[in-house]
């Protein structure tokens, strides 16, 4: 059984950093790409980005220069650096894993439980 579990999330002032990371257990090495998606208040889950097994990565626009996405093989895990955080990067995070490319599709793959991100003003 698949099993993501995300952890970093927190509350942080305007142009603060947090670093978010994804726990995965189960046959995840067997898929093609792991990122990250968002849901703030109002809004459906957006892609902030995501890499596949050869290391390329993707970013949503609104997260470009600001967001690094990166895995470490050996812990089996995938982490998101976010700084320069924005009031409006308030979200709750979810790692995604998928056969797939990463894409803005939000209707595949297996899903943690979501992280909440807050920056406040």
């Known amino acids: 059984q698949v099993q993501l579990v995300e952890s970093g999330g927190g509350l942080v002032q305007a142009g603060g950093s947090l670093r978010l990371s994804c726990a995965t257990s189960g046959t995840v090495f067997s898929f093609n790409a792991m990122g990250w998606y968002r849901r703030a208040p109002g809004n459906q889950r957006e892609l902030v980005a995501g890499i596949t097994v050869g290391g390329t990565t993707t970013y949503g626009d609104s997260v470009k220069g600001r967001f690094t996405i990166s895995r470490d093989r050996a812990k089996n895990t995938v982490s998101l650096q976010m700084n320069s955080l924005k009031p409006e990067d308030t979200a709750v995070y979810y790692c995604?894993?998928?056969?797939?490319?990463?894409?803005?599709?939000?209707?595949?793959?297996?899903w943690g439980q979501g992280t909440q991100v807050t920056v406040s003003s």
């Open positions: 995604n894993a998928r056969q797939g490319a990463i894409s803005a599709n939000i209707l595949t793959g297996y």
